[in-house]
Nanobody, 120 residues
Framework: VQLQASGGGLVQAGGSLRLSCAAS????????MGWYRQAPDKQRELVAS???????NYEDSVSGRFFISADNTKRTQWLQMNSLKPEDTAIYYC???????????????WGQGTLVTVSS
């Protein structure tokens, strides 16, 4: 399973960015998708997640500003980030939780990370 993330960049505070993450996962069922981020000198934190049934979850500080969506048929997820703040500056990592067809044990795979920088 390989994930390719894109869409990071430099944006001014108040602006928007849209991150994308495409998974090559032939022969696997995707159960969950999501995004973590890691800012300098901080631990990695969960930003948003979405289940195969469309249920979403957001970290409190991004709720109402960030929106996660996914297309399982295209094995792609997006993170729409609005009203960005300098404290959103971090490397954003996408992930998927998958299991091989016919199996129930899930495994997590990660994208390479994409840098988001929000200037004040």
């Amino acid at each position: 399973v390989q994930l390719q993330a894109s869409g990071g960049g430099l944006v001014q505070a108040g602006g928007s960015l849209r991150l994308s993450c495409a998974a090559s996962a032939t022969g696997f069922t995707i159960y969950n998708m999501g995004w973590y981020r890691q800012a300098p000198d901080k631990q990695r934190e969960l930003v948003a997640s979405i289940t195969r049934f469309g249920s979403t979850n957001y970290e409190d500080s991004v709720s109402g500003r960030f929106f996660i969506s996914a297309d399982n048929t295209k094995r792609t997820q997006w993170l729409q980030m609005n009203s960005l703040k300098p404290e959103d500056t971090a490397i954003y990592y996408c992930y998927v939780d998958v299991a091989r067809w016919g199996r129930s044990d899930q495994h997590r795979y990660w994208g390479q990370g994409t840098l988001v920088t929000v200037s004040s």
